[in-house]
């Protein structure tokens, strides 16, 4: 089956305590895996896509890598106003075959 | 205007209403989607739109009725709707829906509350 799971369901960190964030996926023919973050009451804020293994994409303090089973999201020094939920998708075959995973509620304390 | 805007931004309706969600996209996409955001449940693909024509309808109960008129407009018109499909429903756009390399810009979603 098709899925797509994160961990952990929720994270709380002190300011400038790095940690990463799993995403781990089961699809077949996997054509992108996408990170999204998402405020309260928001909708969900584009932050990355990754198309191969091996692929890294960098964003201030956020770095997105992706294997062939799984990606993550390593978050470098972070800052109170990170706190958000992280999401990842997982898109293959077509656009209309995108599974979300149910995302990461990351906490920052200052 | 900007990016993806939805409207109303809250909605609480009755079991016998009949109410529509509207969506704007100002980025020149020619793809369009409407999304439900369950409380901690993963985002739900429900109608997908390319070039005003639907090309996915995911088994979504047909108490919800999708609008497309043209490529920067998108309606989801609700009628008989139960409490269980209270939540966030998010439309979404996208340069062409064909390929999964196609990045998804979301709107704000509309809370929508039924009675």
């Known amino acids: 089956e098709d899925q797509v799971t994160q961990s952990p369901e929720a994270l709380r960190l002190q300011e400038g305590e790095s940690s990463s964030l799993n995403c781990s996926y089961t699809v077949s023919g996997l054509r992108g895996l996408f990170w999204y973050r998402q405020d309260p009451g928001k909708g969900p804020e584009f932050l990355f896509t990754?198309?191969?293994a091996g692929e890294e994409k960098e964003k201030e303090r956020l770095k997105a890598t992706l294997t062939k089973k799984e990606s993550f999201l390593h978050i470098t020094a972070p800052k109170p106003e990170d706190s958000a939920t992280y999401l990842c998708?997982?898109?293959?075959?077509?656009?209309?075959?995108?599974?979300f995973g149910s995302g990461t509620r990351l906490s920052i304390r200052p | 205007e900007t990016g993806v805007t939805q409207t109303p931004r809250h909605l609480v309706m009755g079991m016998t209403n009949k109410k529509s969600l509207k969506c704007e996209q100002h980025l020149g996409h020619n793809a369009m989607y409407w999304y439900k955001q369950s409380a901690k449940k993963p985002l739900e693909l429900m109608f997908v739109y390319s070039l005003e024509e639907r090309v996915e309808n995911n088994s979504v109960p047909s108490r919800f009725s999708p609008e497309c008129p043209n490529s920067s407009h998108l309606f989801l018109h609700l009628h008989t709707l139960q409490p269980e499909d209270s939540a966030l429903y998010l439309c979404?756009?996208?340069?062409?829906?064909?390929?999964?390399?196609?990045?998804?810009?979301f709107g704000p979603g509309t809370r929508l509350t039924v009675l």
């Open positions: 990754l198309y191969s």
């Open positions: 998708a997982a898109g293959y075959s077509s656009a209309s075959k995108i599974i």
């Open positions: 979404a756009s996208s340069q062409d829906g064909t390929g999964t390399l196609d990045t998804q810009y």
